[in-house]
C-alpha cells in the first residue's frame, strides 16, 4: 500500500522553528521528485519546495527562500522540511507530494500554527 505520512506539524511561536518530516511506504522514492505544499485557509494549494530524486536540485517559493530548506534521504525513504524563523502566513496544512513521469501521491497533510 502507497502511503506518504507526514508528521513534526504543531504550534509555534513567530521566528521559531519547526521540522517536518514525510516518510513514504509501499514504493520507494528514490525515483521520485518529492515535493512540499501547502494550503492555509481560504487559499490555494501552493508549491513551498522540491527536490530533485537524486537531491542534487532544489526549488523554492520566494516567500520562504533563505528560511526553509528541504532535504531527502532516500535510504531511508523519507524527506524533510527544515522551517526557520516561522511567520504567522506561514500557518496552514503542509502536504508531502511525490510525483514522477507516471504516478503522484499526497500524504495526509500536518497543520503548523504560527502564532503568539
Known amino acids: 500500500q502507497v502511503q506518504l505520512v507526514e508528521s513534526g506539524g504543531g504550534l509555534v511561536q513567530p521566528g521559531g522553528s519547526l521540522r517536518l518530516s514525510c516518510t513514504a511506504s509501499?514504493?520507494?522514492?528514490?525515483?521520485?521528485?518529492m515535493s512540499w505544499y501547502r494550503q492555509a485557509p481560504g487559499k490555494e494549494r501552493e508549491l513551498v519546495a522540491d527536490i530533485t530524486s537524486a537531491g542534487g536540485r532544489t526549488n523554492y517559493a520566494d516567500s520562504v527562500k533563505g528560511r526553509f530548506t528541504i532535504a531527502r534521504d532516500n535510504a531511508k525513504n523519507m524527506v524533510y522540511l527544515q522551517m526557520n524563523s516561522l511567520k504567522p502566513e506561514d500557518t496552514a496544512v503542509y502536504y508531502c507530494?511525490?510525483?514522477?513521469?507516471?504516478?503522484?501521491?499526497w500524504g495526509q497533510g500536518t497543520q503548523v500554527t504560527v502564532s503568539s
Open positions: 509501499g514504493f520507494s522514492i528514490s525515483f521520485y521528485v
Open positions: 507530494h511525490a510525483s514522477s513521469r507516471r504516478y503522484a501521491y
